[in-house]
Structures are given as C-alpha cells and as structure tokens.
C-alpha cells in the first residue's frame, strides 16, 4: 500500500508539473490565484494519480468517484490534474480564464471535462458532496466523493451544518481535505480569524479527523487509504501545507493568494521549479 | 376567444384545500411511480406535508435539520448524481436564507432540483412578518433557469408538481399554508407556460396567481353586477409566463389589473407589465404589497386589510376603468 521510491518520485515530478503549469496559466492570464494551488499541489496530486478514479476512460460513467473543489478559486491546480490524467487538452491550460473557454474562473459543471461541480462561492461543496454521497450510496456504488475545502473557508456556517448532517447520514465514502495554509484573504488566519483546530472541530462533528503533512506523500497517500477504509464515517484530511509552496518568494505571503506574477517573477519562480521560462 | 377556450372551474362547493397538502398528496403519488424521486426536508415536515413520503419512501427522505442551506447543497449533489430532488421548507427560509445556494448550486449547473416552498404570503396568518415571505417570486422569477410557478388551488398545485417533476432543471414551486378555495374542475389541464382563462370578459382583465386567483374571480362576479365585465385569468406559470394571452387581454380588454399575494416591485405584476411595456402598453394597475411588510393576523383579516380580497380587487379594477380611454 506504501509508494515505492519510484512511485514517490514520480508523484513528485508531476507535482512539480503542476505547479509550474499554475504559474504558466495565471501568469498568462494576467490574473488569478497561484498561492492556494501551489500549496495543495501535492495532496491534490497523490489524490488524483493514486486514488481518484477518473480517467478518459471511465469519464461518463455515472459510478466512477466524484470530486468537487469547493474552494474554487485554486482551480489553476486542478485543471492541471486534468489535463495531466488526458481529460483537458493541455493546449486549453493557457486559455484559462479566458473569453470562451471552458476553464472558467471558477469551476463550471462540465461533464465532458470531468468537472463534477460548479464552485466559488465558498461554503457549499461539502454540503454538495454530501449529496453525492448519500446518492452514490443508495445506488449501491462503490464509489468515493472526495471534496476539498480551505481553512479559509472553514469560517462559513454552511461547512458545519454540511459536517452535522454528513455524520448524521453516515457517509463512509466521502473525504474532504482541508488545505490548512493558516492564510485568508486580508492576511494570516490567526490575525483575521481564528478557526484553531480543525481536526478536533471535525472530529467532535463526529468524522474521523487526521492532521497530516499536506507536503508528505506518504502521509497523504495512507490518510486517504485510511479514509476509504471508513465505512461509516466521513473523513476529514487537514494537511498542513505553505501558500505558494516551491516559489521561494511566495510562501506564507498572503499577498499571493490572487494576484498574478508579472514577467520577471514568472521567469524566476520556474527556474525555481527546474525549468526556464518560454517567454 | 371563443368560450371553449375557457378553463372548466370546479362545480358545487368543494371544501377548501390548502396547496401544500395537495402537493403532499403528489408526492407520494410521484414516490410511487418513480423511484429516483428523492425528498428533502429542514425540520419542518409536518408543516410542509413531505412526511407522508418520508414515512411511505424512507429511504429516499432526508431531513437535514434546521439548515437550509445546507439542504440545498445536497439536494443539488443528488441531482448531480442523477436524482430528481424535491426540497422542502417555509418560502421564507427556502427561498430567503438559501437563496445563493439555489442560485450557484442548482441553477448554474442547471441541475433537477425542485423548492416547492410553503407558507408563502400573507396567509400565514398569526406568525406574522418574520414568516410572511412576500418577496420569493422576486427571488426566483430573476434567476437565469429558474422556473416558477404558483399555483391556484389544489387541484393546480397536484398539476404542477407533476409537471417540475416531468421537466428537467430547477423550478420553484409556490404553496400555501392556509386552506383555500378549490376554483379548478378534476378535469383542468395545467401547460407549462400557458395561462388560463376562467372568466371571459371585454372591460378589463385580471390576471392573478395563488390565492388571489379565488378572490379575482368573486371579484368579477361582484364587477359584473354593476354591469362591468372582466376577463380573468389565473396565470400559475410565473416564469416561463404566457406573454400571448396577457397581450391578448391587453388588445381586446384594453386594462389590465395583476393580483398576487405578493410584493408589486419584482412580482407576477412585475413580469405582466414587461411584457406589456416591450409590446402593447395599456392601463395597468397591480394589487399586491407596495413597499410594506405584513403583520399577525387571520387569513381573512390580511387580505382584505391590504386590499387583496375581493373587494379590494373591485375597488382597484373600477380606479383602473377610469383610466381607460
Ligand atoms: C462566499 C464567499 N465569500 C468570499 C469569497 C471571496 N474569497 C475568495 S478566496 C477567499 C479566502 C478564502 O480563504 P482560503 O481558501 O483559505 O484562501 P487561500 O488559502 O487559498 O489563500 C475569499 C474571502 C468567496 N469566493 N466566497
């Protein structure tokens, strides 16, 4: 169940593929958000290469798992992933957020690219995963929702009544993972609003909870087994993780959750990455 | 017209029916036949009549509490997963407190979730305003996908639910606490889209919604003894609205009178009087609530105290026959 070293450093390679590719796409769009997906890039990568079923192949069938990103605004990262796993024409990556194309600001439902859900308006995602979950249930599928969630938007009401009913109704086969950077918008969440422990809020919620190192591989790839193996409760996955990981000039720097590099930052956050800039 | 065109109303004097039981009634009915009818509740089920699904179809009821938002959200997945959703509160919660969850998680991905809303109105009674959710047609009418419909009486409300079921995508289902009139005959057919015409009529039109549907027509029949013939339309589907018959109430009436339980400002008159201003202007006037909240009281005593019963609709209608050329 462990990754092999070479597994683990082929994660890591595509980690680092799509943190360059969220620098390439925000910077190319002028504007957007770097910092959130440059920290969730590697839970987010052992998500969707080791346990996430979804791929070309099981793309339209309606039993494969479901995954909703509801903090929306990171979704440089996850349009990333998908074209990596081939669902999103890697040629599309540099259209995001522009006039006509599908890679919206914020995720838009779109079943042919494998966006499950439309998201950016913080609060709602897991309140919908829920959803999803109990239907999968009834259905009988053997399936898994997975839903991300941010410290920042732990602040919405919305998130604890979704984590009130979702313990309520039991749903073993949803996992939601916090990305826990302790960054908002107007600063460092200890500053602007204190949300402490997450793992125990959850867990009082009644979910099984686990903190882990959102940077560690390994911590990731076993929390997420460890969630599937519960069937009866909803998992919570707070990793710890750095706004802006990887560019040494944009971690824990709140002033990089939504703004774009300008040309010579871009040149030098790839380098950082291992590879020099196109121009 | 020709009189055939005319709506078959009820005949004798059945008993009153309050819509929300006639939609609790449809529910268990759509439980029956379909399986992939979900409902779901926020603690309010009693009120609302969704617990005889809940007790007939357990496992496809859910009560999430006193969280509306909440219920939305997981309305909205289970439709993502294929589900038909049916979502259940007071309109003041339903539609107030969870109004951005019905806007980004239902109608952006346009998915088949039903808010079939009680204790709209006035009507409500004794609760008062905290309960008297009189903006809710402005919420819904104005959001892109949404379709809205409020309908008459039971009979109408049995057909419209049928119909949000039958038709994908979000609609907005508007039902009442207090028991009403039943004004429609077994035999009426409810068309997405379409108005009905019950009264006809050449001096003016009336076109109403809900409860004010009832009070429109004793208000014709009142009209009519001063020799004023009024045409009146019962117009349940808000949005998509049937433009053709309001435009052929204004060419052949020449006034138009909208009644709703409701605010004027975003309401029934609202989408009347644009698409009288876009295609036929005539004399319009709408009986509703104008910049006011409610207050406790009986059914009864509300309605005619903010002029919505029928002799408020006379008294409007005769105002508005002076303003007519
Ligand atoms: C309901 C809602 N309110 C406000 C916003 C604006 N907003 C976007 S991101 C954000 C901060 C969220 O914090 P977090 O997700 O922890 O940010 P990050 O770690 O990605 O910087 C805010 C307030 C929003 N998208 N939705």
Redesign the pocket.
Known sequence: MALSSERRSELQGIATQVRRDILTMVHAAGCG?P??PL?MADFMTVLFCEHLRLDPTCLHAPDRDRFILS????CAGYYSLLAIKGIIPREELVRFRKFGSPLQG?PHRNPDLGIDFST????NGVSVATGMAIAARANGWDSQIYCTS????SE?GQIWEAATSAAHYGVGNLTVLV?F?D???DGH?HDVMNVRDLAQKYEAFGWHAVRIDGHDLDAVDDALHEAKAERYRPSAIICRTV?GKGVSFMEDQ?GW??VAPNDEQYAQAMAELGETAAS | MTPSALAPLATGQPNPVATRNAYGDALVELGGERDDIFVLDADLSGSTKTKAFGQAYPDRFLNLGVAEANMIGTAAGLAAQGKTVFASSFAMFAAGKAWEQIRQSVCVPELSVKVCATHAGLTVGEDGKSHQMLEDITLMRVLPKMRVLVPADAVEARLAIRAAAATPGPFYVRLSRAATPVVLSEDYEFVLGRGALLREGKDLAIIACGVEVAQALAAATRLAADGIEARVINMASIDPIDAEMILDAAAECGAILTAEEHQIRGGLGDAVAQVLARNLPCPLEMVGLDDSFGQSGTAEELLAFYGLDATGIAARARDLLQRKA
């Open positions: 958000h910092g959130g920290g903090n929306g605004h990171t914020h950016g308006s913080l609060g941010s410290d920042g938007e919405e990305d950077n960054v908002q918008i969440m706004i709140p959750h939504g």
